[in-house]
């Protein structure tokens, strides 16, 4: 037997491969509450079969961070809690060299994907960073992360925007430019002015714009980005192209992400077809009439 021969065998031991599955492989690494509301859901069973399986395994604090009503919701609903469980599992074993950005996995949920993105090193399932990847057990991988995911109704960026009463200054614009088959597509990361942004841009600017598709298809291309950047992927002084070709500028300060001059005060909502941010400022191109120019 060769050196490396000796290194597998000990690795393959040491990784608790030969006796644990994916729910205990998850446990013994920090989701001891995913253990417990597996239990509470009756998916042990399926989760304990030959699968393959690989599970996103949110970590207990990941749990602890829910809003008390969600986890009084989640922990009185059986129903919901199969649901919200089983949207954490991919059937097949999908190890992290697998894994593309902007790619959608179907969950044993059934009825809503996983938006799995890379970021340089990182890796984030709707958002969620993984923490801990490749964590191989008997009848699949476990996949540590930092948030609960949930099934999310399968709305479309614009369909989210439009049942947001907040949102319904944007809602207005797009629909006075050119841009809703242009929403239709995707996967796009959109910065959405909230109804606030609107109310205190300086008098005229939006009635012109309104006036006027071309400045005003310009101006709403410029909150997109094409494909999903959630938070994960947005730190200090990050420069990167919107979708009328110029430069958005991404500042990190504290807790605060910020936009050019607008701040997120929604992050990480996850739509069918990208991922919205919502602002508090709306993006004005630094010159207008340069998107052919520049
Ligand atoms: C999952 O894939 C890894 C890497 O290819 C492999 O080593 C492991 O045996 C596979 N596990 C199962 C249960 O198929
Ligand atoms: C409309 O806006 C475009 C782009 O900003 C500009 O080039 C054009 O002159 C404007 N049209 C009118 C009628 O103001």
Partial sequence: MTG??????????????????????AERLGGKTLGTLVKDADLVETLSGQGPFTLFAPVDKAFKALPQDVLDKLTS????????????????????????NDMVVD???????????????KVTVDGANVILPDQLATNGVVHMVDKVLYPLPTQSILEYAAATPTLS????????????????GGPFTLFA??????????AGVLSDLLQNKTALNNVLEYHVILGTVYSAGLS?????????????????????VIINDAKVTTADVTVKNGVIHVIDTVLLPPTRNTKHSS
């Avoid at 059986?78 to 593309?100: A, F, I, M, R």
């Avoid at 009825?111 to 993105?117: A, I, M, P």
């Avoid at 944007?170 to 239709?184: E, H, N, Q, R, T």
């Avoid at 002015?193 to 300086?202: G, I, N, R, T, V």
């Fill in 4 to 25: 490396s021969q000796i290194m597998v065998i000990l690795f393959l031991c040491g990784s608790g491969l030969a006796e644990e599955n994916v729910l205990m492989t």
């Fill in 77 to 100: 609903d059986k129903e919901l809690l199969s649901q919200v469980l089983t949207y954490h599992v991919v059937s097949g074993n999908v190890t992290s060299n697998q894994l593309k």
């Fill in 107 to 121: 969950t044993v949920e059934g009825t809503s994907k996983l938006r799995v993105n890379i970021y340089g090193s």
């Fill in 169 to 184: 200054q944007l809602v207005y614009a797009v629909s006075m430019g050119d841009l809703i088959d242009f929403f239709k």
């Fill in 193 to 202: 002015p909230s109804d606030e942004a609107f109310d205190k841009l300086p």
């Fill in 236 to 256: 200090d002084n990050l420069r990167v192209k919107a979708a009328n070709n110029q430069d958005l500028t991404v500042k990190i300060e504290g807790e605060n």
